[in-house]
């Protein structure tokens, strides 16, 4: 790589590694499905590599893509930098952010920290709800941006994310010599807890209701309290309770989704939170 790599064949690479395939990010880009392709083979001629790995279902990243997708990233980030300083726009106002409660436990609140940091002008009002709730807030306008389930929404996110989730119980729990394993369930709809159904039906295991809960607080104290089995992101498992994946025959914990969802027609600080938002939940 003797020579500068293009801004533009930058842009498109990580365009089509966060949309998943050529033809999602060609609509992103506003550009045909060839014109994406070209600047796709332009960049691996110009690193001399091959970058992403072509299937019937997409794309994925090699080895050296991972890397360059890196760079990419921020070499597309220090120029927006650089503009926004030289035209002057200092971000200021308000940021209505609305997630659920699962991803307060993970990197999230020092991403957000990360964003204040950078624009201390801006004000950011966080509010924690179901996925259900989120996608009518959206809706209506009472949220700039939202992460939560997609399952929820009716449009698809500008950015997805698919996390692995751990059977999680509590240390001290005691496990009744009977066929049925107690689980905590939440009232209501939820796909995580369509997925955990599904696996136990799939895998032969019978179940019984070992506690409710209506918030991710209550699924935490009852897992504590050793009521039963529950799912959680790894990052979210107390100090006093354990994945318990090589126990009790348990299938493999099924994945949770989340996405990004941005308000139509977004004024400039929004779009640069949900850029931002975007980097962190593809950042892995």
Same mark, same amino acid.
């Given at each position: 790589?003797?020579?500068?790599?293009?801004?533009?064949?930058?842009?498109?690479? @990580?365009?089509?590694?966060?949309?998943?395939?050529?033809?999602?990010?060609?609509?992103?880009?506003?550009?045909?499905?060839?014109? /994406?392709?070209?600047?796709?083979?332009?960049?691996?001629?110009? @690193?001399?590599?091959?970058?992403?790995?072509?299937?019937? $279902?997409? &794309?994925?990243?090699?080895?050296?893509?991972? /890397?360059?997708?890196?760079?990419?990233?921020?070499?597309?980030?220090?120029?927006?930098? &650089?503009?926004?300083?030289?035209?002057?726009?200092?971000?200021?106002?308000?940021? =209505?952010?609305? !997630?659920?409660?699962?991803?307060?436990? %993970?990197?999230?609140?020092?991403?957000?920290?990360?964003? $204040?940091?950078?624009?201390?002008?801006?004000?950011?009002?966080?509010?924690?709800?179901?996925? +259900?709730?989120?996608?009518?807030?959206?809706?209506?306008?009472?949220?700039?941006? &939202? #992460?939560?389930?997609?399952?929820?929404?009716?449009?698809?996110?500008?950015?997805?994310?698919?996390?692995?989730? /751990?059977?999680? +119980?509590?240390?001290?729990?005691?496990?009744?010599?009977?066929?049925?394993?107690?689980?905590? #369930?939440?009232?209501?709809?939820?796909?995580? *807890?369509?997925?955990?159904?599904?696996?136990?039906?799939?895998?032969?295991?019978?179940?019984?209701?070992?506690?409710?809960?209506?918030?991710?607080?209550?699924?935490?104290?009852?897992?504590?309290?050793?009521?039963? !089995?529950?799912?959680?992101?790894?990052?979210?498992?107390?100090?006093?309770?354990?994945?318990?994946?090589? =126990?009790?025959?348990?299938?493999?914990?099924? %994945?949770?989704?989340?996405?990004?969802?941005?308000? *139509?027609?977004?004024?400039? !600080? &929004?779009?640069?939170?949900?850029?931002?938002?975007?980097?962190?939940?593809?950042?892995?």
């Amino acid at each position: 790589m003797e020579n500068d790599l293009d801004i533009r064949l930058l842009r498109a690479f @990580v365009t089509v590694s966060e949309a998943g395939t050529v033809s999602r990010a060609a609509d992103r880009l506003a550009r045909t499905q060839a014109a /994406v392709s070209m600047q796709l083979q332009r960049l691996e001629a110009e @690193v001399g590599s091959q970058l992403l790995r072509r299937s019937s $279902r997409g &794309v994925t990243l090699t080895e050296t893509g991972e /890397v360059l997708l890196a760079y990419a990233r921020k070499t597309i980030a220090l120029g927006e930098d &650089v503009r926004r300083q030289i035209a002057g726009r200092k971000l200021a106002g308000r940021v =209505r952010l609305g !997630i659920v409660e699962d991803l307060a436990v %993970t990197r999230l609140p020092s991403a957000i920290a990360d964003f $204040r940091g950078r624009h201390p002008s801006v004000d950011i009002e966080l509010t924690s709800a179901s996925s +259900a709730d989120l996608a009518k807030s959206i809706t209506n306008g009472r949220c700039d941006i &939202v #992460m939560a389930d997609p399952a929820r929404f009716e449009g698809a996110p500008s950015i997805y994310l698919s996390r692995p989730l /751990v059977w999680s +119980a509590s240390r001290m729990m005691e496990v009744d010599e009977g066929p049925e394993l107690p689980l905590i #369930m939440f009232e209501g709809s939820c796909s995580w *807890q369509d997925r955990m159904l599904a696996s136990f039906a799939e895998a032969g295991l019978h179940w019984r209701v070992g506690g409710r809960v209506s918030t991710f607080a209550a699924l935490i104290s009852a897992l504590r309290a050793g009521l039963g !089995i529950g799912l959680l992101l790894p990052e979210g498992l107390p100090s006093d309770c354990e994945n318990v994946r090589g =126990r009790f025959d348990l299938p493999q914990a099924p %994945t949770a989704d989340f996405g990004v969802f941005v308000s *139509q027609n977004p004024p400039l !600080i &929004v779009d640069e939170l949900a850029k931002f938002l975007r980097a962190f939940v593809t950042s892995g």
